[in-house]
């Protein structure tokens, strides 16, 4: 099969493309700055900025399947430069899906977020005439990492009590997830991990990561709309993944200069 994947670099695309290549696909691997191809595999990069239009053009010429798994990064440095979250993730998922559409693409996966530009871009796959699976996960292990910075620097900010609770899931797990719907199945699947934790508890296991006592700072809701709305809710989706939270961080931490940045997404 020939896919498609948007969001190739990202935390679920580098996965899905890894897969995708040792199952013998071809890949065409989207994303501003696309790695140069590598590993075994048929693989050929593809520079688009999804929120204009006319760099998607021909990415999806003889594609058979998308595996769309792009999003804005959080980064504070990346929000500065580029385009905002919501722009990319509704504006830019609409011209992918319309170019899919102009291609003949046969299957279009799409991994969503418990917010509301992903409810809208999800109900216009549905409707869009292609073939679609929406694969929606809790929490990936990779947005969890992001605490481990903080962690290092000596503390956690932890918007409201952080007794909300959720499963967080591996970004791989999530790409299989998505591997698999090319094939067929459920439209839509919540996926999550094997664990469900708080998200205080999800703070003290960067520092338990980094074998240093857990020292968190409370920061009272109202002061981040975004961070408003997930502290209010559980976020439990059935469990798909097996593999553990806990090995992953303490395998981050052991790899020095690894962990993510700073709100790297
Ligand atoms: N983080 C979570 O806990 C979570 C939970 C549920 C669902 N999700 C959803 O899962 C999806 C994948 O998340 P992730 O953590 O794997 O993302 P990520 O690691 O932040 O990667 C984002 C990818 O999207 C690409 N991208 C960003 N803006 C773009 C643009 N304007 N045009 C073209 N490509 C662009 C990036 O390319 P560059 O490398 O070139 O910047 C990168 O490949 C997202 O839709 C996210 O909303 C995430």
């Known amino acids: 099969m020939k896919v498609l994947v948007a969001g190739a670099t990202g935390a679920v695309g580098r996965h899905a493309v890894q897969q995708l290549l040792a199952a013998g696909h071809f890949v065409r691997a989207l994303s501003c700055r696309p790695e140069p191809p590598a590993g075994p595999g048929s693989q050929e990069p593809h520079a688009a900025e999804l929120t204009e239009a006319i760099t998607l053009a021909g990415s999806c010429a003889g594609i058979d399947a998308v595996i769309a798994c792009a999003g804005a990064s959080l980064h504070i440095g990346a929000i500065r430069q580029r385009a ?111 664990e469900i934790f708080t998200r205080h508890r999800l703070a003290e296991m960067a520092f338990d990561a980094l074998g240093k006592p857990p020292r968190l700072l409370v920061v009272p809701p109202a002061l981040l709309e975004f961070g408003c709305s997930v502290t209010r809710t559980d976020v439990i989706a059935p469990s798909y993944g097996t593999l553990r939270l806990g090995d992953y961080l303490r395998a981050l931490t052991a790899v020095a200069g690894s962990a993510p940045s700073f709100w790297r997404r």
């Open 84 to 194: 905002g979250f919501l722009h990319v993730d509704l504006q830019g998922n609409r011209n992918l899906l319309a170019e899919a559409r102009r291609s003949g693409v046969r299957r279009f996966i799409y991994v969503s977020e418990d917010i509301r530009a992903h409810e809208r871009i999800s109900e216009e796959v549905a409707t869009s005439g292609i073939p679609s699976a929406m694969i929606r996960p809790t929490r990936l292990f990779s947005a969890c990492a992001r605490w481990l910075p903080w962690a290092r620097a000596g503390f956690v900010p932890l918007l409201g009590s952080g007794a909300e609770r959720t499963n967080p899931i591996h970004e791989a797990e999530v790409a299989r997830a998505c591997v698999e719907a090319l094939s067929g199945g459920a439209e839509r699947r919540t996926i999550g991990g094997p």
